[in-house]
């Protein structure tokens, strides 16, 4: 079955600085989503990809849709301490479920 | 700001009980999902809907799970006989088009 392997699987980090997690799958996926998941809430949509190759800002977010949609990264500049949470890739193929990774659990050092 | 409602937002039953979980998806949408999110773990599928009728379901959701849309407005998932295992976060979701966007849950507890 698809299955998206997200890593790393938790980053400890200073306040202020950038954060990069990625996404692979061995599927192809037609649009790739990111979510942030904060403890007893639901995933809420940071930034959805729809292209190969777009890159797409949300404030201090960036995401990119590899070339092989395939793969996908996140950049967070400028960590702040309401960043923490758990960030998820999912691929989604057109009007289909969404199949999500295992998270990035990010913590922020005072 | 449109969004997806779930209630209640915690439920506690008793191993055997069947519980009705309920979500009013954002009234523009067409494709309706629920998911759900054992402790510490990933966001699993679980069913999607549209067309009133149940489009793709996961090998979790088995006889004991069903789904309606009882009316024009609400989306429930049912659970007949509940077990332990079925105790997690509960997620319904819907969509338009790609971006698809989730309720805040309800926490089911089996003991």
């Known amino acids: 079955g698809q299955q998206l392997n997200q890593s790393p699987q938790s980053m400890f980090i200073q306040e202020g600085e950038d954060v990069s997690m990625n996404c692979t799958s061995s599927s192809i996926f037609n649009t790739w989503l990111w979510y942030k998941q904060d403890p007893g809430e639901g995933p809420v949509l940071l930034i959805a990809l729809y292209k190969a190759g777009e890159l797409t800002s949300n404030g201090r977010l960036t995401a990119q849709f590899g070339i092989t949609r395939k793969d996908s990264f996140l950049n967070i500049s400028a960590s702040i301490p309401s960043d923490v949470g758990i960030y998820f890739c999912a691929g989604q193929l057109w009007d289909d479920k969404i199949i999500f990774g295992k998270g990035t659990r990010l913590h922020i050092l005072p | 700001e449109p969004e997806v409602t779930q209630t209640p937002s915690h439920q506690v039953t008793q191993m055997g009980q069947e519980v009705i979980l309920r979500c009013v998806p954002i009234s523009n949408h067409l494709y309706f999902y629920w998911y759900r999110q054992i402790l510490g773990q990933k966001v699993e599928f679980l069913v999607s809907?549209?067309?009133?009728?149940?489009?793709?379901k996961s090998e979790i959701f088995d006889d004991q799970f069903s789904v309606e849309r009882p009316d024009g407005s609400n989306f429930t998932l049912k659970i007949r006989s509940t077990k332990l295992e079925d105790s997690a976060m509960y997620f319904c979701a819907s969509n338009v088009a790609a971006e698809q966007y989730f309720g805040p849950g309800t926490r089911l507890t089996v003991t």
């Open positions: 809907f549209y067309n009133n009728e149940i489009s793709e």
